[in-house]
Each structure stands twice: as C-alpha cells, then as structure tokens.
C-alpha cells in the first residue's frame, strides 16, 4: 500500500482536467439550479456540443480550432433556446424530462452508425487540439512532478487554461448574482409568482440562466475535448450530468465557490478510492481483496448516488452554502 | 432516519451477498465460453443452427456448433483472454454478419464470476441478402412488436404515474425497480436453478416487497420531514446510480438469459412470427394491467388512490388514510415495474441497466398520457411502442428512441398536459 502515490492521484486528480471539466459543468448547474431554480438533467448534452463543435469543425470542415469554438458557443445558445421554448412555462419536473431526453437523444445521434461520417460513431474523434497547443507558451520539457505522478507540458498547459477560464466563470458569477439580474432570477426561485406579480418577464429570465448556464457547460465540453486530445459519445453519458450535480450539492449550492470546491474535494476523493481499492486488491487487503478492478470502479460509482442522497437529506446546503437560502422547493 | 437507511441497504446487501454464496455451486462445472446464435429478422429472433466457433487463446485452441436452439458453448481449460471467430462459411444461405468486422472477437476476458461460469459472446447475424419481406408484412410484425414494447413500457408507466399521481415525485429510480424484477428472477432462476414459473413468482413478491422497502425506507421519512418535490427528485437520482452499480457490481455487466424459454423459435401467424414467450407476455401484461386498473376503479382502496391523486389534503380531510394509500401504491408500483423487467428480459436480455435504457421511454409515454392519468399512462404507452417499433420502418433502428423522445418533446410544445391529461395539471 503506497500511500504516498495515493496521496499524489488526490492531489493530481483534485486539480486536474476531470475536476476543470466538472467545475466548469457545475457552474452552469449552479446558475440554472442553484441561482434560478432551474432543473437541466441535459448538461452533459451542453458538453457534448461544446466538445464535438470543435472536433467536427477542425476534422471534418478543416476550419480553426477557434472557429469550433465559436460554433459550439453558437450550439449552446440554440440548445438552450430549443429546450427552454416548450419547458420554462411549465412545472420544474417537465425541464428535467425534457433536458434528460434532450441529452440521451444527442447522445444517441453522436454514436450513431447512420451519422459515422461525421461524428465518428462510438470512436468518437481525434486529433484536433493542436491549433490549441500552438499558442501554449510553456516548453516541451516544462513538466511538472508532483511526488510519483508527473504533468507534461501539454496537460500542463490545459491546466493553466481551465483553471483561468474556472476562475473567469466564477468572475461572471460572482458579478452577476450581485447584480440587479441576481436579484430577479434568485426571486424566481424562491416564489416565481411574487417576481411576476412585480412585472418582470420570469420567462425571459429563466431562459436567459439558461442560455448561460449552456454555455458553461459548452466550456467545459472544449476543455475536455482538448484536454484529451479525443470527444468520445460515453463521456456525455447522463451519469455526467449526475456528477456535475452531486459536486454542486457537495460544494454549496447558490454560492460562487461552491461549485469549485466541490469539484476539488469531488475528484480527491472519487480518484483517491479508486487507486485506495486497487493497491488494496494488489496489497491482499481483507475484504477489499474480494472485488475485482471493475467491482472497484463500480464501488466508487455506487458510493457517488449513496453520496448524493446523503447530501441532499443531510445537507441539502453542501458545505458553502446557507440553508436558509435554499428552499429548494417545488411549486 | 439514518439507521433505517442503513439498515435496509445492509439487510439488502447480506440478502445479495447469500444469493450469491448459495448460488456459486453453479460454476463448479468450470469455465466456458458460449453464446446463442439468433438471425434477427424485423425484430424477431431465429436460432441459426449447425454454424462453427472457434475460441483460441492461450496455448488452447477448441470448437463448437450451435445447436437447434443456436446455443454453442466451448469448455475452457483456463481464465484468460481468448479469441472467438464464427466460421462463416457455414452459416445458412441468406443469414450473414451485419457487422462484417465481427467475424472474429478479439480478447475476450474470462473472469471469475459469482453466478455460473458462462462467458457470453454474440455475433451480430442479420439478413445478408436479398431475403426481402414486404412492406406491409414487416409493418404488421412491427406492429406486434410495437404494442408488445408498448405494454411492456405501460407496466412501468402505470407504476410511475400512480406513484406521481398520489405523491407529487417523479421517480428517476423506477428503471431500477424496472431491472430488480428482472435481476431477482434471473437470481433465483440461473443462479439458484429454481423452475422459471416459482422463480417469477418470487421475482414479483420482491419486486412489490422491494416497492415496499423504498417507500418505508426513504420516500415516506422524507415526506414527514418535509422534503421539497425537486430535492426528493435528486434524490431519486442518487438513488438511481447506487442502484444501477449496486446491480452491476454483484452481477457484472454481460447480459443474462433466464435458464428456460429464452430464445424459442417462432411461430407464424399469417405474416407475423411470435413465439411462446411473445404470446405469454401479451396475455401476462394485459392480465395485470386490467386487474390493476379494475382494482384502482372498483376497490375501497383503489377509490381511495383516485382520491388521493385529485387532492391529498381533501382525501385525508375526508378521512383517508394517506399514508396507506401511499404504501399500497409503492407495492403496486414496484410489482408492476418488476414484472415489467422480468418480461423485458425474454425480449431484449437481463442485464443491470435495463431499466435505466427504458426509463425516458417510460417517462415519454407517461408524459405523452398525461402525467398522473391512469388510462393516459397505458394509452401513451402503447403509443410510444407502437412508434418506436414502426419508426424503424424508416430510420435506422440504433434510432429508434430518439424519435420517440423529440416525440416527448413537441407534445410537451403543443400539449403539455398530455392527450388524456388536464389542463391544471400542468400548474
């Protein structure tokens, strides 16, 4: 039992691509859920636009990565927009529906063998980060070793980059939440009828947390697609979405940072009890010595819904948040 | 309230962890790998037999060909990994691969399991040549099909929209109800060798014990604590994903048969080819849907659900009893959604995230009924399986469901309240 490796995957994981990519989705969860009251189990579809926007744009129209880019934002803002049409009016189970449909039908279409030539079925695609890297001003032997585990210059590089754009998130956040447009959508959470009654278009509001919730979650699709060099359709499987939400609930909802430390604490321990069971497995440990690699990795999963029903009877608040805050109430 | 939670899981997982001690005198007879050969052909599955496979790997090399059935199976010394190829020269005339690059599975792993020692492999056969049926008998099969699925989806949906209907929460862990029924039949039919008929009885007291034991164990502490309708939805959510890996990692991930009746050769009607199991599940699934509804329309207790449904604060005013309403309908629910699965596992096959793949069809069709109608959540269901089967007419089958769910999706656009639905309901 190597605790010292142990302790380095904590580490690693803790700020690595995973805990970026999650982040990011779960800033857009907290904008639509934690500030609005908005139910999207579509996030992962978000994602997935994000991140195939950009594969499709290099390798199949041969365009820059940036105009990938700007087509995915583009992508994220009518996905909100289709979504949000036939649900806002309605009750907040209706957006859920419609969001996790929503998401499993792109999904559905991106492994597809009938669009295979453009989304590459369940491959997914390849190489296509490169004109991001082309602008990385870090050499190619700047590696970082954090005890066993080492971060090259290119992981290094996506990193600094989705650290900045979690830290830019949390900016827009933090400014508007504060703002006047803050004060409205938290309004429509609490009592969506008292924010009417006072003249505001709930509608136009709800739609607009949607719209940026989307978006974030479109960053988090470039992050991951660049970070692994690869967009795969099982990686925007609905269980992602779930994760975003049990790392938002850790985290504190309708708070800033919650999301980000709850990505943080999320991923230490999520990749920590995995190289935890798997040196015990190795190590002949009683009872962890039982399971198999794959029971681990399903054990972790498990422990992820056990983790997130807890949460949410025991402390629906995570750990920023202000229970009075959140009422977290249906209509 | 935590203690209560804790010891059902731990009542549930000593349960599992007996299961699978009694169960493994099974794989004594040692390691194999074996599959079923079946032409798919509009849907329905027809056993190839006579067709050879060979396992290579690790220094052994061995042969089998399917039988009657189509079942093939080769010993194996080892664990390991071993590679699996068909050998296509003798398969029938007109049958072929639908994917040309499975001829030969590579790097098959044979791992321990807890129940039996079978590796399962599958070959994906299909018609290779012009053995063309015409349009209209391939649309009268699918319409078999299609209200087959649509019944099966209606034993979920009834279940769910009760269960919305009296408590107000949408249930996103009813697709793990759906795979229990299937999963604890499987159980005590493959694993513990029990005759299918006593182990489908017993899958269906569990499922409704297990509807039961998610309904005392956590849905009705949280409705005393006062736990809002979206925090208990995320809830289910939780719930969902530590149901479907608690599934998973007892049973593994490989799809299952149950030991009898699976995979029976059809019989035709005119132009339609059912088998056995086919028409059993039509008569099964309309047997309990119509005693389900003659029970929620006739019954003291059903009169008092209906009630429940329109107005919980009414009801109870008018001296119901609320909470048993309650409990009976998470027992109905749960027996409806198990028997669901364990008929679900003769069409498609057992595995621990069948519910889960059904469940937005289920939530599709109740949506599509009206969320909280009795006849709508049937109706919607019916619907949902009659076009996810006759849509394939004209998209590609691994399409199937997203028509289905942009269905759930503009009828949410026109008519949110569903087509039997009302209006308020929608709030």
Not at chain 2, 20 to 42: C, H, T, Y
Not at chain 2, 175 to 187: D, H, K, N, Q, Y
Not at chain 2, 362 to 370: I, K, S
Request: some cysteine; charged content about 15%.
């Amino acid at each position: 039992m190597d605790w010292g490796y142990i302790f380095a995957v904590m580490v690693t994981s803790a700020f690595g691509l995973q805990a970026i990519v999650f982040g990011l989705a779960a800033i857009g969860i907290n904008v639509q859920f934690g500030y609005t009251g908005l139910l999207n189990f579509g996030q992962a579809a978000f994602m997935a636009v994000g991140g195939y926007a950009v594969a499709v744009t290099v390798v199949e129209l041969g365009l820059s990565f940036w105009w990938g880019v700007l087509f995915g934002l583009i992508g994220a803002v009518l996905l909100a927009l289709l979504l949000g049409v036939p649900t806002l009016r309605l009750r907040a189970d209706y957006l859920a529906i419609v969001t996790i449909a929503a998401a499993e039908i792109i999904r559905l279409i991106l492994r597809s063998v009938a669009f295979k030539e453009i989304f590459g079925g369940s491959d997914g695609k390849q190489a296509f980060a490169d004109g991001f890297f082309e602008l990385s001003f870090l050499s190619a032997d700047a590696d970082l070793r954090i005890g066993p585990a080492v971060v090259n210059d290119r992981q290094l590089f996506t990193y600094i980059v989705g650290w900045s754009l979690v830290a830019l998130a949390c900016l827009v956040v933090w400014l508007l939440v504060r703002s006047p447009w803050g004060r409205v959508v938290k309004g429509i959470r609490e009592d969506e009828d008292a924010v009417r009654s006072l003249g505001k278009n709930v509608f136009v509001y709800k739609m607009q947390a949607l719209v940026l919730g989307g978006i974030f979650g479109a960053l988090a699709g470039f992050v991951t697609a660049v970070g692994a060099q690869n967009v795969n359709p099982d990686s925007f499987k609905t269980d992602a979405t779930f994760f975003a939400y049990a790392i938002l609930i850790l985290g504190g909802a309708a708070r800033v940072f919650g999301p980000v430390l709850g990505t943080v604490i999320f991923w230490a321990l999520f990749q920590g009890t995995d190289v935890f069971l798997r040196e015990g497995i190795d190590a002949g440990l009683p009872i962890i010595s039982l399971m198999d690699g794959t029971q681990a990795a399903v054990l972790r999963v498990m422990l992820v819904g056990l983790g997130l029903m807890l949460l949410m009877i025991y402390r629906p608040q995570g750990i920023l948040g202000d229970r009075r805050e959140l009422a977290l109430d249906a209509r | 309230m935590l203690r209560r939670i804790l010891a059902a899981l731990g009542t549930v997982i000593i349960a599992f962890l007996a299961l699978s001690f009694l169960a493994s005198p099974a794989s004594a007879d040692g390691q194999a790998i074996g599959g079923k050969l079946e032409n798919r052909v509009d849907g329905t599955k027809v056993p190839v037999a006579g067709v050879e496979i060979t396992v290579v790997g690790g220094g052994f090399e061995g042969s089998a060909t399917s039988d009657a059935v189509g079942v093939w199976r080769v010993e194996l010394p080892d664990l390991g990994t071993y590679d699996v190829t068909i050998n296509v020269e003798t398969l029938p005339e007109g049958v072929g691969l639908t994917e040309a690059d499975k001829v030969t599975i590579e790097q098959v792993p044979v791992k321990p399991p807890l129940f039996g020692g079978l590796k399962t492999v599958t070959f994906p056969l299909g018609v290779s040549t012009a053995v063309t049926t015409s349009l209209w008998e391939q649309a009268a099969q699918l319409t078999v099909s299609g209200l087959e699925f649509g019944l099966l989806i209606a034993l979920g949906a009834l279940g769910l929209s009760i269960i919305y209907g009296t408590t107000g929460l949408v249930n996103f862990a009813h697709g793990e109800l759906i795979s229990f029924g299937a999963l604890a039949t499987w159980v005590l039919n493959a694993g513990l060798g029990l005759n299918f008929f006593i182990a489908a009885i017993g899958g269906l007291l569990l499922s409704a014990a297990f509807g039961w034991l998610n309904n005392a164990a956590l849905w009705r502490p949280l409705r005393k604590r006062g736990t809002g309708l979206i925090a208990m939805m995320i809830v289910s959510i939780g719930l969902a994903l530590f149901l479907r890996n608690f599934y998973q990692f007892f049973i593994g991930a490989d799809k299952k048969s149950y030991s009898e009746y699976a995979g029976m050769a059809g019989i035709a009607f005119g132009p339609v080819s059912l088998t056995p199991t086919d028409l059993a599940i039509f008569v099964v699934a309309i047997v309990a849907l119509a005693a389900t509804v003659l029970v929620l329309a006739k019954t003291r207790l059903g009169k008092a659900t209906r009630a429940v449904s329109d107005n919980p604060s009414l009801a109870a005013g008018a001296g119901i009893n609320v909470e048993r309403v309650i409990t009976f309908v998470w027992i109905i629910g749960g027996a409806l959604a198990g028997l669901g699965g364990m008929l679900l596992g003769f069409t498609q096959q057992v595995s621990f995230q069948m519910g889960f793949q059904i469940l937005l069809l289920v939530f599709a069709a109740v949506t599509l009924g009206g969320l909280g109608t009795i006849a709508g959540a049937i109706f919607g269901s019916i619907i949902v399986g009659l076009f996810i089967q006759l849509t394939t007419l004209i998209i590609p089958t691994e399409l199937k469901n997203v028509g289905a769910l942009l269905v759930l999706i503009i009828i949410l656009l026109v008519r949110p309240y569903g087509l039997l639905g009302r209006r308020e309901r929608i709030g």
